[in-house]
């Protein structure tokens, strides 16, 4: 089981779903909280959903608040860099890219991939922490 | 421990005890709650104690906490002493309010730059304004412009999300360097040696980097430390403990009212004092004010032509960088403020641009701080036009300033500086490049690598891209602060070929911030060493901004104080009351930058200061810099300072060859070192030095 929460974390890194940051986390964790970082996710995912919200709706008006939409992702970037999360940061920037040129398309279009890859993550760290968890 | 010990400990300047850091307040306001919650930990980690203020704490206890407030515009505020009592706070504005009711209760806050109810750089200002505790600005966000604006708003240091345990372990930094310039300030007030107004700001200033959202009408870079009941620690009976006044707008109208009635130049504290009449008020109180309108002023006015200046901003965080023109400065400092150097390049180039005349060749090492950091504070006093009298502390900031404050300087004619101007109005950029980056991670790194070498690794390359030398350490970006601390050994020397060179690069600066540690250091490499050069560096820049808070906090804690000092003095030189401080600058830049890796004496700082000294004191002499010095900076060693600097004459001989090697830079500091001092800065860019400090460096 040990092993199997192991290995499931390095694919996590090898595969670009996490990066430094994640270590960072782990790093915090000790005694005193053994369980940080799975709090920290679950702390991060909870507020994640009120952010994705807010872009979907933002998203939605016309004519588009590009700066809006800036700000929202800023924050929601912001969030996710701090968990490590990568593949969904990368994605993030993308959607601030299309912000930036008034790409409406473009943002629509990459704000799903966010989603994705934000719901990926989430499968994926869930399944680690549960794996991790029955290690114990 | 209690945060009152550190403060106390810390003001005297001595003894910082080990423990310093450990109970240590902090706020912190952030609307991500996954982001205070991290923050926490770390802070915890790092032995602050953290104080969960927050209703829902009680009910839930710990984590939950967190996640009941993951609400909107929360704002965490955590303070760091006990974890007892909670208090909700829902807004910045709440935030403030918290300030507001526990006056004494914070010794430093942290806060994010965007936030939904309140703007970041508000924030700044009004803590500035109202409780010049020192304020460090975090965002994910790291785009020069907005770290330059953290910087002129008098931000004591920038952090790039995600935020590294490095980064968050030396933030005391900023604490002890506050209350040493408040302390030293206060110290001055009484000798009386300060001109009104002129003193130094430094003293004050330690933690005035950001605490001062100068925003208002003047860099708050300075905080009052006569304001600050901590500056009161000296034992001074003289330093009694001021209650604070806050600069309400009103007041501040009428402060503005009064000078402009007097007239700028003609302004003194008495005068404005009578015209002010307001009861209560001292005119010790009117003479800081002063002192930090003067150098918002001078950063207004100055960043057109100063860019140097402002770019130190960056001391702090690149401090490493920018400070190597500081090279005098303790590298030390720089170290261990990791910031610092861009904030000793700030200071530098406060004091160069106060300086003016003389500063020019400080400035070039400003500019190499500002570019990094725009958060050096330094910057601000930049704008000096050469009022010799008006601190022109790099008050940091300014990301005009490269540029200008280069024209700046080169008007003012500065013997030295000329060729230093010119390089820095490039390098200016550069330099707040280097300075913004180095910042935020050199603070961490510089302090860690007080102690050992790392920096090697960056070359002189201060400049890093434009910079003939590489900079191994402008790879770092933020978060290889570890890395770029080291470097700030090597900034100092660096520094002045690096200013150059970065205002052409300064696109790539300011995006690693690492890379300005990189650069800064890379040319001290040394980092124990360097740190001392830092230290001055960082002294310097306490001149001018208070920046130097960190170094002469840092160098007492870590260094060998006595090196360290030199890197006071020399900062000391810039600080004070322009021209001892520029002159000093001047010639330390070259020499600091060389000089920091240079600390093979042992002393840390000394070997720099020398070099810094010695470049300080051909320019101070005219200045009579030993007045100055005794004001400025003064960390504790203010008077060392001076001394040492003259004994570190003989020595700077040597240095300055030594630090034209380690630039690497050679084109640039080749030329900056040949002009700036004849004799001082061998302009070999080589780093001959290496042979120099490796004897030396304790590494």
């Known amino acids: 089981m040990e092993r199997q929460a192991a290995y499931l974390r390095n694919a996590l890194f090898d595969q670009g779903y996490l990066d430094e940051q994640f270590l960072q986390l782990e790093d915090l964790q000790d005694e005193t909280n053994p369980h940080f970082v799975e709090e920290v996710v679950k702390l991060f995912y909870t507020d994640s959903v009120r952010l994705i919200q807010s872009i979907e709706l933002t998203l939605k008006n016309t004519p588009r608040d590009f700066e809006k939409l800036d700000k929202i992702m800023h924050q929601f970037k912001g969030s996710s860099t701090s968990i490590g999360a990568k593949k969904v940061k990368k994605e993030c920037t993308q959607f601030q890219e299309y912000c930036n040129v008034g790409n409406v398309e473009g943002c629509i279009r990459e704000f799903q991939e966010v989603k994705q890859e934000h719901a990926a993550l989430k499968r994926k760290l869930e399944h680690y922490f549960q794996l991790a968890r029955e290690a114990r | 421990m209690s945060v009152t010990t550190s403060s106390a400990s810390w003001k005297s300047g001595d003894a910082v005890s080990d423990q310093f850091p450990a109970g240590l307040r902090v706020l912190v306001v952030d609307d991500d709650p996954t982001c205070l919650r991290i923050l926490e930990k770390m802070l915890r980690n790092c032995r602050y104690e953290v104080r969960l203020n927050n209703r829902s704490y009680r009910r839930t206890r710990g984590k939950k906490l967190l996640f009941g407030i993951r609400n909107l515009d929360r704002v965490y505020f955590v303070d760091l002493v006990n974890e007892s009592k909670f208090t909700t706070c829902g807004r910045a504005e709440v935030a403030l309010k918290l300030l507001r009711d526990n006056k004494d209760g914070f010794d430093v806050v942290i806060s994010d730059v965007h936030m939904p109810d309140m703007d970041g750089f508000k924030l700044l200002e009004r803590v500035g304004l109202e409780m010049d505790l020192p304020v460090i600005m975090m965002s994910a966000d790291d785009s020069k412009s907005v770290v330059m604006k953290g910087v002129t708003h008098g931000a004591c240091d920038y952090l790039i999300k995600p935020v590294r345990m490095e980064a968050l372990k030396n ?31 430094k003293p004050t200033d330690d933690a005035d980097y950001s605490s001062s959202a100068n925003e208002g009408n003047w860099r708050n870079s300075r905080k009052r430390k006569e304001e600050e009941d901590d500056g009161d620690d000296k034992d001074d009976s003289s330093t009694l403990k001021k209650p604070r006044v806050v600069w309400s707008v009103e007041l501040h109208q009428q402060f503005v009212t009064a000078v402009n009635q007097l ?43 100063n860019g140097l200046g402002n770019s130190f901003l960056g001391p702090q965080d690149s401090g490493f960088g920018s400070i190597s023109s500081l090279n005098g400065l303790d590298l030390q400092a720089y170290a261990s403020s990791g910031q610092i150097p861009a904030q000793s390049l700030a200071s530098i180039q406060a004091a160069a641009l106060g300086r003016v005349t003389n500063k020019s060749g400080i400035v070039d090492q400003r500019n190499i701080f500002s570019f990094d950091n725009p958060n050096m504070r330094f910057l601000d006093g930049q704008q000096h036009h050469s009022n010799g009298k008006q601190v022109n502390l790099l008050h940091g900031i300014p990301t005009n300033m490269d540029s200008k404050q280069l024209a700046a300087l080169h008007q003012s004619g500065q013997p030295f500086g000329n060729t230093l101007m010119n390089v820095h109005s490039q390098s200016g950029q550069s330099n707040s490049l280097l300075t913004q980056m180095v910042q935020p991670q050199s603070r961490t790194q510089m302090l860690n690598e007080v102690g050992g070498n790392p920096v090697l690794k960056f ?37 002045p070929t690096s200013v150059v060179e ?182 070999e860019n080589e780093f001959g030095f290496d042979e120099y400090q490796l004897d030396n460096l304790p590494v």
């Open chain 2, 459 to 495: 070359p002189s390359s201060v400049g890093q891209p434009g910079l003939s030398q590489p900079i191994p350490g402008s790879g770092f970006s933020r978060y290889g602060m570890d890395n770029n601390v080291r470097p700030l050994t090597y900034t100092s020397l660096s520094q």
């Open chain 2, 263 to 305: 007239g700028i130049d003609k302004a003194v504290p008495k005068k404005i004092l009578e015209l002010m009449n307001v009861p209560g008020l001292t005119r010790e109180n009117v003479a800081s004010h002063l002192q930090k309108y003067r150098l918002y002023l001078r950063r207004l006015s100055g960043q057109p032509q």
């Open chain 2, 502 to 683: 970065f205002s052409r690069s300064q696109g790539m600066e300011l995006s690693g911030n690492s890379i300005p540690l990189t650069s800064n250091s890379g040319i001290t490499s040394y980092t124990s060493k360097g740190t001392t050069l830092q230290e001055e560096v960082n002294s310097e820049i306490k001149g001018s901004r208070g920046f130097l808070p960190n170094f002469d906090a840092f160098n007492e804690l870590s260094q060998n104080r006595t090196d360290t000092w030199d890197l006071q003095n020399v900062g000391s030189t810039f600080e004070t009351p322009q021209h001892s401080n520029v002159q000093s600058r001047l010639d330390v830049a070259p020499s600091v930058l060389v000089q920091p890796a240079f600390a093979s004496d042992h002393r840390n700082g000394y070997i720099r200061t020398s070099s810094v000294n010695k470049a300080a004191f051909s320019a101070a002499t005219s200045l009579g810099n030993g007045t100055n010095f005794g004001q400025q900076l003064t960390p504790s060693h203010a008077d060392s300072s001076l001394r040492i600097k003259t004994e570190r004459l003989p020595d700077m001989g040597f240095q300055n060859s030594l630090f034209p090697d380690q630039l690497g830079q050679d084109d640039l500091m080749s030329t900056l070192l040949k002009q700036q001092q004849d004799g001082l800065a061998p302009v």
């Open chain 2, 171 to 201: 933030i005391w930094q900023h604490v002890v360097r506050k209350k040493k310039n408040e302390w030293k300030e206060k110290d001055a007030e009484q000798s009386g040696s300060v001109e009104e107004g002129d003193r130094q700001q």
